[in-house]
């Protein structure tokens, strides 16, 4: 009888360990996943916009997000399919509101957006605090309840699949083979014992800690602190997308309040109150009501950003070994798409993928758009 196939090694499992496993099965791969800590994933502590638009993302990385964007859908309604379990999607629109027209009118994004003066950003957003003179309604970018629903889909989904998990399991280093490629990985499993399991084929979802076990990796942790609110079901119908601050409102009437933005805070743990006092104002900026609902949690967590604050997608300093991370604020926007690029290049004889047209505006292919290695001779900062 021939040797079963080695699987392919996911290391990490937070969101885009999950969506390549996922996507993997679904090609026919047999797949592992190596997670240390499910809290830690980026994948549970964001609020789950899906914003291209009115993140103000420009150039490749504005295609990229557009791209997800349109498989977003479909990508969902699979999970759902697989697992039996609602995700959560909401395309509920987003609102960001300025001070100015002149702000408005030169945010990057402006042309993808609705116009709105105070009258019309009122009608959108009733209760909007006072000091906002315009704004930009982008009805095509909305939310997904990733901490609720998401995560716990898509893991059955894997699940459902045959995709198999070690938990608890902390990866400690990749060994190479006398030319260079991967050959097996090192770990600490959750009973605290070394282990060393083969592979050919890895993929790397390290998020904000990549660098630690590929250190040629420019990835440093930009900490965002969080929190939410109960407020009345359907007192906001739109996302709010502020300066500093946004709320996003899901449908049972939660309000997940996001967050600060500290790149000086490494892998500081906690909440801090200066970081709690920033949502505080926010909220009371953006929607005053707000304010006097209760809260309900805190938490915290750490995005993966690159120099550009694009993602580091596909090949890797390793022959076998692949890169999803470095997705800094967009992680949940771009699953999809980083899936179904991931799957296609790891597992080229799968079954084809969605008719993959993904053009950018630099012209470059997404490998070299959002290759390791686009940073070398520009130095690190
Ligand atoms: N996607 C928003 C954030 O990272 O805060």
């Not at 995700?87 to 957006?113: H, K, M, N, Q, W």
């Amino acid at each position: 009888m021939a040797a079963a196939p080695e699987p392919v090694l996911i290391l990490g499992g937070g969101l885009m360990g999950l969506a390549i496993a996922h996507q993997l099965a679904r090609r026919g791969e047999s797949v592992l996943v190596l997670s240390r800590r499910r809290s830690e994933a980026a994948g549970f502590v964001a609020a789950g916009m899906l914003a291209p638009h009115a993140e103000g993302l420009r150039g490749d990385l504005l295609a990229l997000g557009q791209a997800s964007q349109a498989r977003i859908p479909a990508w969902v309604a699979q999970i759902e399919a697989d697992s039996g379990l609602p995700c959560g999607l909401r395309p509920c629109g987003i609102v960001v509101p300025f001070a100015s027209v002149e702000e408005r009118d030169a945010y990057p994004t402006a042309g993808c957006g609705q116009p709105l003066d105070r009258q019309a950003l009122e009608r959108e957003v009733p209760g909007i605090g006072a000091s906002w003179a315009a704004g930009l309604l982008f009805e095509q970018d909305g939310q997904i309840d990733n901490r609720r629903r998401l995560m716990r889909a898509l893991e059955r989904a894997c699940v459902e699949l045959g995709v198999t998990f070690q938990e608890g399991t902390e990866v400690l280093g990749l060994e190479r083979d006398g030319v260079g490629a991967l050959q097996a990985v090192q770990l600490r499993n959750a009973a605290g014992e070394a282990q060393r399991l083969p592979a050919e084929r890895a993929v790397l979802t390290c998020g904000a800690w990549s660098a630690q076990l590929l250190p040629e990796l420019p990835i440093a942790p930009v900490k965002g602190q969080m929190l939410s609110l109960q407020g009345p079901r359907q007192a906001l119908g739109r996302v709010i997308f502020g300066p500093g601050t946004y709320l996003v409102p899901r449908e049972d009437g939660l309000l997940v309040v996001g967050a600060t933005s500290e790149a000086d805070a490494g892998f500081s743990e906690g909440l801090t109150p200066v970081g709690q006092r920033q949502l505080q104002d926010g909220i009371a900026a953006l929607l005053p009501a707000a304010s006097h609902w209760p809260p309900m949690e805190r938490w915290w967590g750490f995005r993966p950003c690159t120099p550009d604050e694009a993602p580091l997608l596909g090949t890797s300093p390793i022959p076998g070994l692949w890169l999803a991370a470095g997705h800094h604020r967009n992680g949940v926007l771009l699953a999809a798409i980083t899936a179904e690029l991931l799957g296609r290049e790891i597992s080229p004889t799968g079954p084809p993928a969605n008719n993959l047209d993904l053009t950018l505006p630099s012209g470059r292919p997404w490998q070299q758009a959002f290759g390791w290695d686009r940073f070398a001779g520009e130095g690190r900062s």
